[in-house]
């Protein structure tokens, strides 16, 4: 069975810091990966996706993330976060039809 | 365009008492979902849907009843509501299943049952 786990439930940065949020997945097979960020009072929103090829993402809005094998591994990145990144971020995988998301991370930037 | 809407935002219930929560989309996607967010647990599928007609159960199908007789609307049913229904429900639609390439969210419906 697939699992995700997010290591933090919580990561507080002041704006313009860089910031990791860590994503862990255990699966016997290939997976995609996705990572989903929630903004207060939304849905989830896809931010970027893993399917195939470069083990590196990016998202429009400066976020990265890379796919490690070896580490079962899917971080998200971002060298520089602003006040508007506040939100919560959900990492998910899948090989199959059905996502699996994680506990999710709040992300808090203060100014 | 809308995307995916729900309705009610925020509703209380009594327990034993019944309610719909409804979910349109107006994607004309073929794929929705269910899904509850508990804190500290993330987002569990409850029921989904692949097409007009069709339903199937998720992870955390029980207590709920779902029926999908437009292919725009999704609509959930609680019977007999619970205190441990107290959640946010979010309903999603897709345009590819397999894998699910990327879901659209609503903006949820946060559920109390004292």
């Known amino acids: 069975a697939q699992s995700v786990t997010q290591l933090d439930s919580q990561v507080p940065v002041f704006e313009e810091a860089p910031v990791e949020l860590r994503c862990n997945y255990s699966?016997?097979?290939?997976?995609?990966l996705f990572w989903y960020v929630q903004y207060p009072n939304q849905g989830l929103q896809l931010l970027l996706k893993y399917l195939s090829g470069s083990t590196l993402v990016e998202s429009i809005n400066g976020f990265e993330a890379e796919f490690n094998k070896s580490q079962t591994s899917f971080h998200l990145r971002k060298p520089s976060v602003h006040i508007s990144d506040t939100a919560e971020y959900f990492c998910a995988v899948t090989n199959t039809d059905k996502l699996i998301f994680g506990t999710g991370t709040r992300l808090q930037v203060f100014p | 365009n809308a995307g995916v809407t729900q309705t009610p935002k925020f509703r209380v219930l009594k327990t034993g008492q019944s309610m719909t929560l409804l979910c349109a989309q107006d994607?004309?996607?073929?794929?929705m979902y269910w899904y509850r967010q508990d804190p500290g647990m993330g987002l569990r599928l409850i029921h989904y849907s692949v097409g007009e007609g069709t339903t199937a159960k998720g992870e955390v199908p029980d207590g709920y009843n779902v029926s999908r007789l437009k292919k725009q609307n999704f609509l959930l049913g609680l019977e007999s509501a619970a205190p441990s229904q107290t959640s946010v429900y979010f309903c999603a639609s897709s345009f590819v299943f397999d894998p699910p390439l990327e879901q659209f969210f609503g903006p949820g419906t946060r559920l109390t049952v004292l």
């Open positions: 994607m004309n996607h073929e794929y």
């Open positions: 699966s016997s097979v290939s997976v995609y």
